[in-house]
């Protein structure tokens, strides 16, 4: 099966609005951990109404922002080995503790990219199959997390869907993605498809199934 | 809106705990008991619980007092035949109350197994010996071992010597024991602390259990001392 | 078959004697549990020129000596669930953690009584099959520790022989015991029987055969 | 006689190093990367080592150094892909190195078990993925796991912050990750501290890695950070 190719010209939501959508749907006193890169947007966009706690598996809980430059320590670091800080309340851990965090359930949501979800949530993001296999902290996570949200641009840099009937790269995760953050739509995973929660308001429900394999309802 | 998990009274504490609920009750003999939690629990008049302790409770304070009101239906522990134990013994003797023996280490790995979310795992220890019957065993590297499953609960009562609003706790001496664990294991740990501090009072490097284990917090500042409380012959209710 | 039974009249070594021969078996710098009653007063007769440091299971390693009175602290307890000190370098950690040291063969030395010592080193110290069953750490210490020591009369009260061929009280673990120490003698288990490492002056290995189920040699 | 763990020349930490030993290398990115104890290794000569770590190194110092000298035959790691990796990924590509993906934290608890004796346990992460591929799977209240075995070393490589000469340790912040760990895994932990104290300086309560998991010490007051390290291009030895 050749897969379909679409110009992304279509306007999708900004990074940051897609970023706000999520920050809305973290519930007051979440543990929440945000992947590498885009997911760190999240916390730029909560609300004064919710106290969010940010996890780094890396034995850091209550990770502050980025410090100032005369600020920064490099053994304080977050799990994309950037300098960050510690907000009060905040506290250390060893791994074998940080991973107990996330393997018993005590993460309440997590936030990753995806280079595909399948229509029964399972994710693929660790990698490509070519280049040197590297998975990080990324099976623990989707594995563990209470919910696991997958925030990503609808359709890959080649205009290919990610959210396909079934994941052609190894998998990250079997079952595991409760919700997916696009440009174009925010998904619920079901067992009757991918549930529409939110339609970008530029786009029509026959558009986003065009542009997503597996059949997608409201 | 601030995250603030401190609690005033005792009853709110408890609000959540349902009859047939599994309940981890933390300390190692008197250290680290968490005593008014157990008379509230008495309060609060749940029944048919499952306790999971190192022990069954001394005289009849604390969890002595909670078996003597039977309210307990099974203890799981490692040794249920304490110098100054005398509920326990009386229902046990009566054949009322129900037993499983673990031994010590066995039990806390089992419940830091539980909050790690590792459904089961491998040890020698018990291996050959009547604790193990009717266990899974396998060889790994020419050497047998069993299999354990990891002990779940819904609630923890725990007694710690200091919190912030997020719960991040720290112990006293050995009093630490097993209530780290049980903070991880159970749905709802619920801290009784001498001393509430401010969050910016908290060392990060020194948090024993962090906030993400803990559910509720109450400040007792002048604990019963099970010793004295026996001593002085002290029944509750 | 029905066990011998002997008076306990012959002149054994003092429980001191015993612990000291123990204390003398310790290396410098090891790690130890001492079980408790008997094997409690090992810690008494360590000589100068080694320093031990003492494992509690409840939490405590760096355990020290009984407190004055006024010094009490009942949240500093040893595994008896008695009043102890902490000494310089010693630490707290949780029972987890606690038991790791036991069961990943960190400590070097357990010594325990016993009920029953079988000649392929199965013991028996928990259970005498009445009353409330009530193990505590004992089978971890004797699954875990890297050696296991007993520390215990011959005979029993009763005068019949702790040393048997077969155990026929519940185990506490099986084919655990290195050595056991008694007040007639120094005994290792070994595959040929119980090997005599010293024997009390006042005995012949053929009166120890006669106290001994199992077969003794030198 | 006292105890007494600490060293002064770093060939006499490295002393029972052999061909084809299995060592932990703490730390995670940088922090906690016991950079001198490496380079000491490099000094040292051993061959065919198997390392177990978080990644596998940056530029040419440390890690990167040691592997770029070919004396890694494999690497067991999460992440072998690191931003400014070079080594690693240069004899990778020549098919000169093997590796063993782990994910992290199953490599954090699959260390944690060695050290905790616990030759194997079940865990949700990786069922499904190709990573589960010959394991052993097992249903546990209707959810399936996996079987992880522990993974043991000879030797760990570790960097801490402070210690007492019985090697009572405590770390800097996110430079504790796998340390304490590893610690408990190897037959042999080795440390690199930034501080030495005396014993009654040690806060028993604080305690990250007590001295039982601890074989022998060094102190290394300024050591070299690895993110200067590689801006400066130092090249190792």
Known sequence: MTKKIFTNAEKGWERGVIASKIANDL????????????????????????????????????????????????????AGKKPV???????????????????????????????EVSVNGDLANWSTGKGIPAVGGAMDLVAGAKNVFVMTQHLTKEGKPKLVEK???????????????????????????????????????????????????? | MQINKI???????????????TIMVGGFGEAGSPIELLHGLIDHGAKDLTIIANNSGNGRVGLGALIGQKQVKKVICSFARSAKGITFQELYNKGEIELEVVPQGTLAERIRAAGSGIPAFYTATAVGTPLAIGKEEKIFNGKKYILEEALNADFALIKADVSDRYGNLTFKKTARNFNPI??????????????????HQTNPENVITPGIFVKKIIEIDNPIIETNAIEEELIYP
């Open chain 2, 182 to 199: 049980m903070c991880m294991a159970a749905k709802q740990s619920l801290i009784q602390v001498r001393k509430l501090i401010e969050p």
């Open chain 1, 85 to 115: 800080t510690i907000l009060p309340g905040g506290s250390f851990c060893h791994h074998a503790d940080s991973f107990s965090m996330i393997r018993g359930g005590h993460i309440d949501y997590c936030v990753l990219g995806a280079m």
């Open chain 1, 27 to 78: 519930p007051h006193a979440s543990y929440v951990n945000l992947g590498i890169g885009m997911p760190e947007l999240v916390s730029q966009h909560i609300k004064d109404d919710r106290e969010i706690i940010y996890h780094s598996e890396n034995g850091l809980l209550g990770m502050g922002p980025t410090p100032n430059e005369n600020e920064i320590d490099f053994d304080l670091i977050n």
């Open chain 2, 7 to 21: 609690k005033t009274e005792i009853a709110e504490m408890l609000s959540d705990v349902f009859d047939g609920a």
């Open chain 1, 167 to 218: 994941c052609t790269l190894p998998l990250t995760g079997s079952g595991v993605v409760s919700r997916v953050y696009t440009d174009y739509a925010v998904i619920d995973i079901t067992k009757e498809g991918f549930k529409i929660v939110e339609i970008n308001e530029n786009l029509s429900i026959e558009y986003l199934q065009t542009v997503t394999e597996g059949r997608v309802y409201q």
